[in-house]
């Protein structure tokens, strides 16, 4: 099992993608706390992980409350002993073409997508330089390196993500911590549950594979960049969207 022994938080982790890495890390051996906002989908999260035989903690929190992030990773690093990495999930769209976009849209994205990944990060990165090991995985998009038709604010967050991993891949890599990011294109989740039919119909003719990309494809990335298998792999933007932008 190739997370063996692996203590990691993982955000945004009660549904969708972060559900299916949390899933797929408890399979390859990893202990996995679960943060997201709702405490309740927390603990059901937490409950069928359980009832899948893995190890699951439950550790509610907004990622945008600094206060609250501080003492997620607290509680996180008091259960497990240690910390081995982070994966930053936690995401939300709030979509509008530039010329109707509202400062609330703009901040709201910014907030969570941004803002949240740093705070998270900040949060572990004292614990896995002075143990001198461990991996971010931050979850970016196709969208922060291409752009996206009224997502003015999302692709400037994940673009964000990309910006922040290279710098963190160049600070905390002299600790043996490594960063990196992974970029999916256009993924089955309720995140695009607002997209229109005939949208989605198209977003999968941009693809050669002609289709969207499943939760647990982006999680099998995810789980390589944790595990020590990626041991030199430091600073990457990983697509995992099927070849979208060739
Ligand atoms: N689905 C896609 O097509 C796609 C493509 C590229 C990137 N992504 C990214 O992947 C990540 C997961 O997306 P998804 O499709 O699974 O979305 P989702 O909406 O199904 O899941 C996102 C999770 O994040 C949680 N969350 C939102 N705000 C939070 C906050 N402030 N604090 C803690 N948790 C919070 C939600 O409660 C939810 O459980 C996001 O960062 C998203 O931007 C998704």
Same mark, same amino acid.
């Given at each position: 099992?190739?997370?063996?022994?692996?203590?990691?938080?993982?955000?945004?982790?009660?549904?969708?993608?972060?559900?299916?890495?949390?899933?797929?890390?408890?399979?390859?051996?990893?202990?996995?706390?679960?943060?997201?906002?709702?405490?309740?989908?927390?603990?059901?999260?937490?409950?069928?992980?359980?009832?899948?035989?893995?190890?699951?903690?439950?550790?509610?929190?907004?990622?945008?409350?600094?206060?609250?992030?501080?003492?997620?990773?607290?509680?996180?690093?008091?259960?497990?002993?240690?910390?081995?990495?982070?994966?930053?999930?936690?995401?939300?769209?709030?979509?509008?073409?530039?010329?109707?976009?509202?400062?609330?849209?703009?901040?709201?994205?910014?907030?969570?997508?941004?803002?949240?990944?740093?705070?998270?990060?900040?949060?572990?990165?004292?614990?896995?330089?002075?143990?001198?090991?461990?991996?971010?995985?931050?979850?970016?998009?196709?969208?922060?390196?291409?752009?996206?038709?009224?997502?003015?604010?999302?692709?400037?967050?994940?673009?964000?993500?990309?910006?922040?991993? +290279?710098?963190?891949?160049?600070? %905390? $890599?002299?600790?043996?911590?490594? @960063? !990196? /990011? =992974?970029?999916?294109?256009?993924?089955?989740?309720?995140?695009?549950?607002?997209?229109?039919?005939?949208?989605?119909?198209?977003?999968?003719? +941009?693809?050669?594979?002609?289709? %969207? $990309?499943?939760?647990?494809?982006? @999680? !099998? /990335? =995810?789980?390589?960049?944790?595990?020590?298998?990626?041991?030199?792999?430091?600073?990457?933007?990983?697509?995992?969207?099927?070849?979208?932008?060739?």
């Amino acid at each position: 099992m190739r997370l063996a022994n692996k203590h990691l938080i993982i955000t945004g982790a009660a549904r969708g993608i972060g559900f299916a890495i949390a899933s797929k890390c408890v399979r390859e051996g990893a202990t996995v706390g679960i943060c997201d906002l709702s405490p309740e989908a927390v603990d059901r999260a937490c409950a069928q992980l359980e009832a899948a035989g893995g190890r699951a903690i439950p550790l509610p929190a907004d990622v945008t409350d600094d206060v609250a992030v501080r003492q997620m990773v607290h509680v996180a690093h008091e259960r497990f002993g240690r910390i081995d990495g982070l994966v930053n999930n936690a995401g939300i769209t709030k979509d509008a073409q530039l010329r109707n976009m509202s400062d609330e849209q703009w901040r709201q994205v910014i907030d969570v997508n941004l803002t949240g990944v740093f705070q998270c990060t900040r949060a572990v990165a004292d614990m896995l330089c002075a143990q001198g090991s461990g991996a971010i995985v931050s979850i970016s998009s196709v969208v922060g390196l291409y752009g996206n038709f009224g997502q003015t604010n999302y692709a400037a967050a994940k673009a964000g993500v990309i910006g922040m991993t +290279m710098t963190w891949a160049k600070e %905390l $890599g002299r600790k043996n911590v490594r @960063a !990196n /990011a =992974v970029c999916p294109g256009f993924i089955n989740t309720s995140i695009l549950g607002t997209i229109p039919e005939q949208v989605l119909a198209r977003l999968r003719a +941009m693809v050669p594979m002609n289709r %969207l $990309g499943e939760p647990e494809e982006v @999680a !099998n /990335a =995810v789980a390589f960049l944790l595990s020590d298998e990626a041991s030199f792999i430091n600073g990457v933007a990983l697509e995992v969207s099927g070849g979208i932008a060739i």
